[in-house]
């Protein structure tokens, strides 16, 4: 079984289109992460989630914008894509005390 | 696919003790990554291995990878309170996706 699952896998897409990446998580976790992996594979944190509150909201364009419509799900919607949006994107989930647990990433690329 | 592996799962240290935590690949490592969490947080880069033998400090956090490129140890000297944490090794996923996989991570307390 997945614990954490990201559709789509891999997004090509043009400038200015608006576009949704979504996550589900199936372990029962209280929090949820986006990551933006950058070309060097650092992970830089974008927002997390507890119980469907925002509780961390980086410095990132407000082009992105997350939604949790449930404790299970966050997903990234971005609007109007610019070329540097183009990366791989991770969602994550954890629990308490407890490592996080990634999916298996999104990759974007912005035409 | 490539899995990575973390031991021990968690681990419970006294101040001032050294320990280590192991990541083990099921293939080879073309770049093996450390990261601490802490819950809520984001993810703090600790190091970066990309060659056998590879060995990388940074302040009491040793990072070493082996000559096969399937093993990485992470070893703190004189634990502090302050290295609690959750540790996360990340790989690259060698694939044309070009993204990381990561291992479930170990627990680290460190009592004073």
């Known amino acids: 079984d997945t614990a954490v699952s990201q559709t789509p896998k891999y997004l090509v897409t043009q400038m200015g289109n608006d576009k949704s990446i979504k996550c589900e998580q199936n372990?029962?976790?209280?929090?949820m992460y986006w990551y933006k992996q950058d070309s060097k594979k650092f992970l830089k944190i974008m927002f997390s989630y507890n119980n469907k509150e925002l509780i961390i909201n980086e410095t990132v364009p407000n082009r992105f914008s997350p939604k949790s419509p449930d404790k299970a799900h966050l997903n990234l919607h971005i609007n109007s894509l610019e070329l540097g949006d183009s990366a791989v994107y991770f969602c994550?989930?954890?629990?308490?005390?407890?490592?996080?647990?990634f999916g298996q990433g999104t990759r974007l690329t912005v035409v | 696919s490539q899995e990575l592996e973390q031991s021990p799962q968690s681990l419970i240290v006294q101040e001032g003790k050294n320990l280590t935590i192991n990541c083990t690949s099921s293939?080879?490592?073309?770049?093996l990554y450390w990261y601490k969490q802490k819950y809520g947080e984001g993810l703090i880069f600790l190091m970066m291995?990309?060659?056998?033998?590879e060995e990388k400090s940074h302040e009491k956090i040793t990072a070493k990878l082996d000559e096969k490129k399937q093993q990485s140890s992470l070893h703190i000297t004189a634990s502090q309170p302050s290295h609690a944490g959750i540790y996360l090794c990340g790989a690259d996923g060698g694939g044309s996706q070009g993204n990381l996989i990561f291992g479930k991570g170990t627990k680290l307390s460190v009592k004073p």
């Open positions: 994550a989930s954890s629990q308490v005390d407890r490592g996080a647990f």
């Open positions: 291995l990309q060659k056998g033998g």
């Open positions: 372990l029962g976790h209280d929090t």
């Open positions: 293939k080879t490592l073309y770049g």
